[in-house]
């Protein structure tokens, strides 16, 4: 018992300064709190100095606990004593860890000392006080401790196989890199509750703010206790190549041959990986007459698209892989201008919408086609819905059209604050006549000229603009109203704002939120009363135009596009968002003109509309 007291006491006693250097700069720290400049500052920036602080003392304390004693020649002697070996690497790991702790517990203490005095102008840093200010100084040590606990026992075992201890510093990150990049691959496809942190992902309840990890304990204490669970692990292995291998030593010769090669294979999968997950199409089916598809809706094994100004094609998607045009018509009499017009198909009518020039002025214009023989499709009619500003350019001026169960929905704009939804009933033809008409009042988004974005599903409009979700029931076209709005905040206030992206599945609506890039979860089971369950995190967002959810997947198409290319993602087990592949144009087709037009999901196929073809993506 002698000899492990004399043990402790000698480990102890050289962590000891290493320890005390830490606590003694925290206690600096809360002293100069008081004075106010200081104060700013350091609500500005403790987040980098915490972090950073407790990476150094990580390091510091695990670089020399074994290299220090194999390059002395007092390794052996440590050894030979009657405490087992694993007992004195155990010692040394837990006392290493343990003066990790007290400077964590002391690194928070300075922000949680006086969390009211914590402001920040408003500007993108001022997520870190809301952070901090929202969760508990028990749960952040815990984080925080449980992250820095792994890259101090890695450097540990580092230092275990070196007798140098800038050795066991590189062996040491090099295993954290290779462990990075493991954990956020495979393992996190494997273990999708590993995926993300839930740190700075912040909701909203009717009291105000609401961390994540209060939302979702479990998840959070799964996060913190995989982490000691491999801390636990590379301890095991540090006793196992301490006692296997007491004389071994990594040459420098080595540990710079172990770094090129976690180099090269960080590379490989930071710029080979993309193209493994990269899918071509698996049916391509090019525009008749050179002409280009715009819109696109997929029904009973039909592609409907519009080509041209104002003219349909319909494809037979009864063969993805080799689709057939059915037939087309371009009607020379009225024209659209816009290219990318919308359509929607209700039993055998097709409706195209779009922005049709003239006098007295510009107005959205809707063109109707029988489609009853695909091969035959004829021009029924067309009409003139409103009139709008010639400089509402992008979308043609609207945003949504589509069916609802009782006729035709458009949402478009009016001006740069008002957003018009107008539904339509059918009369005996099938001619689309006024019904009733909702205006919305919304603030400018940042950014772009949409001012929402749209998704309907059952009797519900869900309108996503640059900071709410408007709700309107659509179930009568003669008496649309507004049944809900919902702020959606960014958490760091001067967040670029666009309009949000929206979408549905099932009983699932989905809302993006700008800080932290994520999409909000809402159960709408009961549509009037939206419950928000999840957090899906949306790393790569990009410049995402479009948003479409079906079957626990999620695609976006990408804003100007010159690459060809949309996203997939997969929604996995708690509340995870997990990339899957990116979806890529054949390499003939033209690069320099605007990306995926539309797109729609159908019997496991992904098809888009790409100026000059319609393109079939096999999904499973």
């Known amino acids: 018992m002698s000899t492990l007291y004399a043990l402790l006491w000698k480990e102890g006693r050289e962590i000891l300064p290493k320890v005390l250097v830490g606590v003694a700069l925290a206690v600096v720290v809360c002293l100069m709190r008081n ?8 609500a500005e920036g403790f987040e980098v100095l915490i972090m950073g602080g407790l990476v150094v003392m990580a390091i510091v304390l695990a670089m020399d606990a074994i290299a220090r004693e194999r390059s002395t020649g007092t390794l052996s002697f440590l050894i030979d004593k009657p405490v087992a070996g694993a007992t004195v690497l155990t010692v040394k790991f837990l006392l290493g860890l343990g003066g990790l702790l007290l400077v964590a517990l002391m690194a928070w203490t300075t922000v949680y000392i006086d969390l009211a005095s914590l402001e920040v102008e408003r500007s993108w840093l001022a997520y870190k006080p809301i952070t901090v200010q ?6 952040m040590v815990a984080l925080s401790f449980t992250q820095f606990s ?28 290779i462990l990075g990049v493991f954990l956020t691959g ?17 909701g909203l309840d009717d009291q105000g703010h609401l961390v994540r990890l209060a939302t979702d304990s479990a998840r959070f204490w799964v996060k913190v206790l995989a982490n000691l669970g491999l801390t636990v692990a590379v301890l095991a292995m540090a006793v196992v190549l301490l006692r296997r291998y007491r004389e071994a030593m990594l040459s420098w010769r080595t540990v710079a041959i172990g770094w090129g090669a976690v180099i090269a294979v960080v590379f490989a999968i930071s710029y080979g990986g993309p193209l493994v997950n990269q899918r071509m199409p698996a049916g391509v089916l090019a525009a008749p007459d050179k002409q280009y598809y715009g819109g696109l809706a997929v029904q009973g094994g039909l592609a409907y698209m519009t080509i041209g100004q104002s003219g349909i094609a319909i494809a037979d998607l009864s063969n993805p892989q080799q689709m057939r045009l059915l037939g087309s018509a371009r009607p020379e009499s009225y024209k659209l201008w816009q290219s ?3 359509i929607c198909v209700v039993d055998s009518l097709a409706y195209i919408v779009g922005w049709r020039k003239g006098l007295p002025s510009d107005s959205l214009g809707v063109v109707v086609f029988d489609v009853s023989d695909p091969a035959a499709p004829t021009l029924k009619g067309y009409l003139m819905f409103a009139a709008i500003k010639k400089d509402r350019w992008s979308g043609g001026g609207y945003r949504y059209w589509g069916a609802t169960d009782d006729g035709l929905l458009l949402v478009r704009e009016q001006d740069p604050n008002l957003i018009v939804v107008e539904a339509f009933f059918l009369d005996a033809e099938g001619m689309p006549v006024a019904g009733d008409v909702q205006v919305i009042t919304t603030i400018t988004p940042m950014g772009g000229p949409d001012l929402c974005h749209v998704s309907v599903r059952g009797r519900r ?12 029931d659509v179930d009568d076209v003669h008496a649309l109203r507004e049944t809900g709005r919902r702020t959606i905040e960014s958490f760091r206030p001067e967040s670029y704002y666009r309009a949000k992206l929206v979408a549905t599945d099932g009983d699932k609506l989905y809302v993006e939120r700008f800080w932290p890039s994520e999409l909000v979860e809402f159960d709408i089971t009961n549509p009037d009363q939206l419950r928000e369950v999840g957090y899906l995190p949306l ?4 410049d995402m135009l479009s948003l479409q959810v079906v079957d626990g997947m999620a695609y976006s198409r990408a804003w100007w596009s010159s690459d060809v290319k949309m996203k997939a993602w997969t929604i996995a087990e708690y509340g995870a968002l997990i990339e899957g592949f990116s979806l890529i144009g054949p390499d003939y087709l033209e690069k320099d003109l605007w990306g995926f037009n539309a797109l729609s999901v159908a019997n496991g196929y992904l098809y888009a509309t790409r100026h000059e073809a319609l393109l ?4 499973y």
């Open 35 to 42: 004075n106010v400049d200081f104060n700013r500052s350091y």
């Open 134 to 139: 929202s969760i508990d100084y028990t749960s």
């Open 150 to 177: 792994l890259l101090y026992a890695l450097i540990f075992i580092g230092s275990v196989v070196t007798d140098h201890p800038f050795k066991g510093v590189a062996v040491g990150i090099a295993l954290a890199v």
């Open 186 to 202: 495979p393992a996190t496809a494997i273990f999708p509750i590993l995926n993300r942190y839930p740190l700075v992902s912040i």
């Open 340 to 342: 990318r017009n919308n």
């Open 461 to 472: 409009a869900y309108i996503g603009t640059g900071r709410e979700l408007v709700v309107i």
């Open 539 to 542: 790393s790569g967002r990009g």
């Open 616 to 619: 079939a993506y096999r999904l």
